[in-house]
């Protein structure tokens, strides 16, 4: 099994780690069967890095996203996000990091049909602030950015049903952005997209992390869309398997 080093440090930049994940296992239990879905998984990513993590179905990617985003507990090993366990951390203070410090981005964007693009990205700062010690106003200047980064200045004021799915994606991203997350986790972001759509999604991925110094983790089974990222984790039954470098592009093939 192939595996990431655990030190402290990311591989790729040779920076403190923002993620170091130490032999991360996760088991669930149904009834008298145990289903093994994470078997010592082990990495680091560093601040500002594009890590893809690709697999088929199965493999334990998603199980893996929902424990480095505090939606579920591994079983056993140990999480560190930004210097802190958070494998160790009450169920509040996980929940204070996760508004915080992590973004989400969806495959079905998962945006609130009754409000506007502009009122989702919103939605999502209080929710931010939500028992903050100070309460942060919104980021009107990045707000404008990120509008004109993602192409959807335009298109603020409308609800998701009038939106493309690209543009639905789009403002999902602003939506996770909007608090200046650390980390940003991304789920299969590309997988109810066209080719056009998803290539431009990545690009602003990627664009956002490195302006914005965001450590970007995507989740995909598409190797075509891994290639954006700096490296590329592949998974399967529930281990590392390999790990390369992305090419830092989309590549189709011919």
Same mark, same amino acid.
């Given at each position: 099994m192939?595996?990431?080093?655990?030190s402290?440090?990311?591989?790729?930049?040779?920076?403190?780690?923002?993620i170091?994940?130490?032999n991360?296992g996760?088991?669930?239990?149904?009834g008298?069967?145990?289903?093994t879905a994470l078997?010592n998984?082990?990495?680091?990513a560093?601040?500002g890095?594009?890590v893809a993590?690709v697999?088929p179905?199965g493999?334990?990617?998603?199980t893996?996203?929902?424990?480095?985003?505090?939606l579920?507990?591994?079983?056993?090993?140990?999480?560190?996000?930004d210097?802190a366990?958070f494998?160790k951390?009450s169920?509040? %203070?996980?929940?204070?990091?996760r508004r915080?410090?992590?973004?989400?981005?969806f495959q079905r964007?998962?945006?609130?049909?009754?409000l506007t693009?502009l009122? #989702?990205i919103?939605i999502?700062?209080?929710?931010?602030?939500?028992?903050?010690?100070?309460?942060k106003?919104?980021?009107?200047p990045?707000l404008?950015?990120?509008?004109?980064?993602?192409?959807?200045?335009g298109?603020?004021d409308h609800?998701?049903?009038?939106?493309?799915g690209? %543009?639905q994606q789009?403002v999902?991203?602003a939506?996770?952005?909007?608090s200046r997350?650390a980390?940003?986790l991304?789920d299969e972001p590309?997988?109810?997209?066209?080719?056009k759509n998803s290539d431009a999604?990545?690009d602003?991925?990627?664009?956002?992390?490195?302006?914005l110094?965001?450590?970007?983790?995507?989740?995909?089974?598409?190797? %075509?869309?891994?290639?954006i990222?700096?490296?590329?984790i592949h998974m399967r039954?529930g281990e590392?398997? #390999?790990?390369?470098?992305?090419?830092?592009?989309?590549?189709h093939?011919?």
């Amino acid at each position: 099994m192939a595996t990431l080093s655990s030190s402290p440090l990311g591989a790729a930049t040779g920076t403190p780690a923002i993620i170091t994940a130490q032999n991360l296992g996760k088991t669930y239990h149904s009834g008298k069967l145990d289903v093994t879905a994470l078997r010592n998984v082990s990495f680091t990513a560093a601040p500002g890095e594009f890590v893809a993590i690709v697999g088929p179905s199965g493999s334990g990617k998603s199980t893996l996203f929902y424990v480095l985003g505090g939606l579920t507990q591994a079983t056993s090993g140990s999480l560190f996000i930004d210097g802190a366990e958070f494998s160790k951390l009450s169920d509040l %203070e996980r929940t204070r990091m996760r508004r915080s410090r992590i973004g989400f981005v969806f495959q079905r964007f998962n945006l609130l049909p009754t409000l506007t693009a502009l009122g #989702n990205i919103e939605i999502a700062h209080d929710i931010a602030n939500l028992g903050a010690k100070e309460k942060k106003p919104l980021d009107r200047p990045l707000l404008d950015h990120l509008a004109d980064m993602m192409g959807i200045k335009g298109r603020l004021d409308h609800r998701p049903n009038e939106l493309s799915g690209g %543009e639905q994606q789009r403002v999902a991203i602003a939506r996770a952005l909007i608090s200046r997350p650390a980390i940003v986790l991304a789920d299969e972001p590309t997988g109810n997209l066209d080719t056009k759509n998803s290539d431009a999604v990545l690009d602003m991925l990627r664009r956002s992390g490195r302006e914005l110094n965001q450590t970007v983790l995507m989740i995909t089974h598409n190797p %075509e869309a891994a290639q954006i990222a700096d490296r590329i984790i592949h998974m399967r039954d529930g281990e590392i398997k #390999n790990i390369e470098k992305g090419t830092g592009r989309v590549i189709h093939e011919a």
